[in-house]
C-alpha cells in the first residue's frame, strides 16, 4: 500500500513537473496554440494548413517536453493523454454544437437540402397522363431511346428488350420519372 502512494505521488510529480520546468512555457505554448489551430480546421471546411500546423504543434509539444525539458517517458506519455482527451472534448463538443446548439444554426453545418421538397412531384404528375398514349420512336430503344407523343419528345426505357426506330409504342408505366414502352404489334 506504502508503494502504491509513492507511484501515485511520482506520477502526479511528473505531471506537475510537465508545466513548471524551464522550457514549460515552450510547451503550454505549443499545446494551446495546437488547440487553436484544431478548433480553426473543424470549422473550416478541408484538411488544410490550420490542421497541419496545430497537428505539427501538438507534435513539436511533445518533442520540447522530451527534449529540452528532459522530460521522463512518463512525462511524454502523460502529455500526450492530455493532449489526446482535450482533442477529443473538443470533436464531441463541436459534435454536440453542430447537432443540437449553435453551430448548428449556421451556415456552417447545413442541415438542408438545396432541393425543393416538391420537386418532380409536378413533373411525375404530368408523367403519369402519358399512360396508355401511343407515340412513335425517334431512336432506337435498347433499352433507352426517345419517343415523340404529339408534339414533344421524351426519354423512355424499353420494357421488352430492344426496340428500332419508327415502330410505334405505348406508355405502359411511370416510376421515379422513367417513362415505361412496350411496342405495340397489330
Same mark, same amino acid.
Given at each position: 500500500?506504502?508503494?502504491?502512494?509513492?507511484?501515485?505521488?511520482?506520477? &502526479?510529480?511528473? !505531471?506537475?513537473?510537465?508545466?513548471?520546468?524551464?522550457?514549460? &512555457?515552450?510547451?503550454?505554448?505549443?499545446?494551446?496554440?495546437?488547440?487553436?489551430?484544431?478548433?480553426?480546421?473543424?470549422?473550416?471546411?478541408?484538411?488544410?494548413?490550420?490542421?497541419? @500546423?496545430?497537428?505539427?504543434?501538438?507534435?513539436?509539444?511533445?518533442?520540447?517536453?522530451?527534449?529540452? *525539458?528532459?522530460?521522463?517517458?512518463?512525462?511524454?506519455?502523460?502529455?500526450?493523454?492530455?493532449?489526446?482527451?482535450?482533442?477529443?472534448?473538443?470533436?464531441?463538443?463541436?459534435?454536440?454544437?453542430?447537432?443540437?446548439?449553435?453551430?448548428?444554426?449556421?451556415?456552417?453545418?447545413?442541415?438542408? @437540402?438545396?432541393?425543393?421538397?416538391? #420537386?418532380?412531384?409536378?413533373?411525375?404528375?404530368?408523367?403519369?397522363?402519358?399512360?396508355?398514349?401511343?407515340?412513335?420512336?425517334?431512336?432506337? *430503344?435498347?433499352?433507352?431511346?426517345?419517343?415523340?407523343?404529339?408534339?414533344?419528345? !421524351?426519354?423512355? @426505357?424499353?420494357?421488352?428488350?430492344?426496340?428500332?426506330?419508327?415502330?410505334?409504342?405505348?406508355?405502359?408505366?411511370?416510376?421515379?420519372?422513367?417513362?415505361?414502352? @412496350?411496342?405495340?404489334? #397489330?
Amino acid at each position: 500500500m506504502n508503494t502504491s502512494i509513492l507511484l501515485a505521488g511520482s506520477a &502526479w510529480n511528473e !505531471f506537475v513537473s510537465i508545466f513548471t520546468g524551464e522550457f514549460a &512555457w515552450l510547451t503550454i505554448l505549443l499545446m494551446v496554440v495546437g488547440m487553436v489551430l484544431c478548433i480553426i480546421e473543424a470549422i473550416v471546411p478541408g484538411f488544410g494548413i490550420f490542421g497541419i @500546423s496545430g497537428i505539427l504543434c501538438e507534435v513539436g509539444a511533445v518533442v520540447v517536453n522530451a527534449t529540452l *525539458c528532459n522530460g521522463s517517458p512518463l512525462q511524454v506519455l502523460i502529455l500526450i493523454l492530455i493532449i489526446t482527451l482535450v482533442t477529443l472534448l473538443i470533436f464531441l463538443l463541436f459534435v454536440r454544437s453542430a447537432r443540437f446548439g449553435l453551430l448548428g444554426k449556421t451556415s456552417i453545418v447545413e442541415n438542408k @437540402s438545396s432541393i425543393p421538397s416538391d #420537386y418532380g412531384k409536378e413533373d411525375t404528375q404530368k408523367l403519369k397522363e402519358l399512360i396508355g398514349k401511343e407515340g412513335i420512336l425517334v431512336t432506337e *430503344c435498347h433499352p433507352v431511346g426517345n419517343v415523340r407523343i404529339g408534339d414533344d419528345v !421524351f426519354e423512355v @426505357s424499353s420494357k421488352g428488350g430492344i426496340i428500332p426506330k419508327g415502330d410505334v409504342v405505348k406508355v405502359v408505366a411511370v416510376e421515379n420519372n422513367i417513362i415505361y414502352v @412496350s411496342k405495340i404489334t #397489330y
